[in-house]
């Protein structure tokens, strides 16, 4: 019974997301490589020469949901900047960066996530608390407009501070990094959208997704080490094979011993 319990809530928790995502429409790439858009972005941070564009910034996104979304734009200085940026399945962008001391004394920054939101200057929030920052595009009624919803996702342990003023969002991250000392920063923008125009589930789907993202990081793609230097999120042990296989040989012997008392008695 446990066990069909078990297979139950499994199949539920990856078909309930699949039927509550039928009905959105699809995030297109728009993340700038300095020379086109796709879906991905790996290189250094900074901007192209001629043009002054943000490397890895998303533009538009769809349906407008973004103006430029996804950069630093103050406080890198003389630090060394990688970044690592996606379109991941179900609308989620994804922002890693990584910041390298490359100097001989420590250096103390205020790093500065930027994006420039769709809406043009009327954004409605709709929920600004412990990391996320959920908004649509105001259409002058206090209703969503036709821009997605946005959940955007800054890290669960307080060390990055979000604003939105009025569609421009800046999240600052004070740090510190000593000589040859890396340090990664996660953010991410899930956008919701029904086919037919924002709705109000829409927003506690933003709303549900953003909470996810807090508390479960979508981290495939990342290296181990890229995830241990994650500086803006708490993230939960993640258990090794070995010692998964240790658990699993584990309950088979607590399985045999409680089969073989059965029997006995």
């Given at each position: 019974?446990?066990?069909?319990?078990?297979?139950?809530?499994?199949?539920?928790?990856?078909?309930?997301?699949?039927?509550?995502?039928?009905?959105?429409?699809?995030?297109?790439?728009?993340?700038?490589?300095?020379?086109?858009?796709?879906?991905?972005?790996?290189?250094?941070?900074?901007?192209?020469?001629?043009?002054?564009?943000?490397?890895?910034?998303?533009?538009?996104?769809?349906?407008?949901?973004?103006?430029?979304?996804?950069?630093?734009?103050?406080?890198?200085?003389?630090?060394?900047?990688?970044?690592?940026?996606?379109?991941?399945?179900?609308?989620?962008?994804?922002?890693?960066?990584?910041?390298?001391?490359?100097?001989?004394?420590?250096?103390?920054?205020?790093?500065?996530?930027?994006?420039?939101?769709?809406?043009?200057?009327?954004?409605?929030?709709?929920?600004?608390?412990?990391?996320?920052?959920?908004?649509?595009?105001?259409?002058?009624?206090?209703?969503?407009?036709?821009?997605?919803?946005?959940?955007?996702?800054?890290?669960?342990?307080?060390?990055?501070?979000?604003?939105?003023?009025?569609?421009?969002?800046?999240?600052?991250?004070?740090?510190?990094?000593?000589?040859?000392?890396?340090?990664?920063?996660?953010?991410?923008?899930?956008?919701?959208?029904?086919?037919?125009?924002?709705?109000?589930?829409?927003v506690s789907f933003a709303i549900a997704t953003g909470q996810g993202l807090l508390t479960q990081p979508l981290l495939q793609g990342l290296s181990r080490q890229q995830i241990d230097s994650i500086a803006?999120?708490?993230?939960?042990?993640?258990?090794?094979?070995?010692?998964?296989?240790?658990?699993?040989?584990?309950?088979?012997?607590?399985?045999?011993?409680?089969?073989?008392?059965?029997?006995?008695?």
């Amino acid at each position: 019974m446990f066990m069909q319990r078990f297979i139950a809530a499994a199949a539920a928790a990856v078909l309930l997301p699949l039927a509550a995502q039928a009905a959105q429409f699809q995030a297109t790439p728009g993340i700038f490589d300095g020379a086109s858009t796709g879906s991905q972005y790996v290189g250094p941070g900074g901007n192209t020469p001629l043009a002054n564009q943000a490397l890895g910034q998303v533009m538009d996104a769809g349906d407008g949901a973004f103006d430029a979304f996804g950069f630093y734009n103050g406080g890198v200085g003389s630090l060394a900047q990688q970044r690592q940026v996606e379109l991941l399945s179900g609308n989620v962008y994804r922002f890693f960066d990584s910041f390298t001391n490359t100097g001989n004394t420590s250096v103390s920054t205020t790093l500065n996530f930027f994006g420039n939101l769709g809406s043009d200057g009327d954004e409605l929030v709709h929920h600004a608390a412990g990391g996320l920052l959920v908004s649509c595009e105001n259409d002058g009624t206090d209703a969503c407009g036709s821009d997605p919803v946005l959940a955007l996702v800054s890290g669960n342990n307080g060390l990055g501070q979000a604003t939105l003023t009025p569609d421009r969002y800046n999240v600052s991250f004070e740090v510190t990094l000593a000589p040859g000392q890396t340090l990664s920063l996660l953010n991410y923008a899930f956008l919701a959208r029904d086919v037919n125009g924002p709705t109000a589930a829409d927003v506690s789907f933003a709303i549900a997704t953003g909470q996810g993202l807090l508390t479960q990081p979508l981290l495939q793609g990342l290296s181990r080490q890229q995830i241990d230097s994650i500086a803006n999120y708490t993230l939960a042990p993640v258990p090794e094979p070995a010692t998964w296989a240790m658990v699993l040989v584990g309950l088979g012997v607590v399985g045999a011993v409680s089969r073989r008392g059965r029997r006995r008695s």
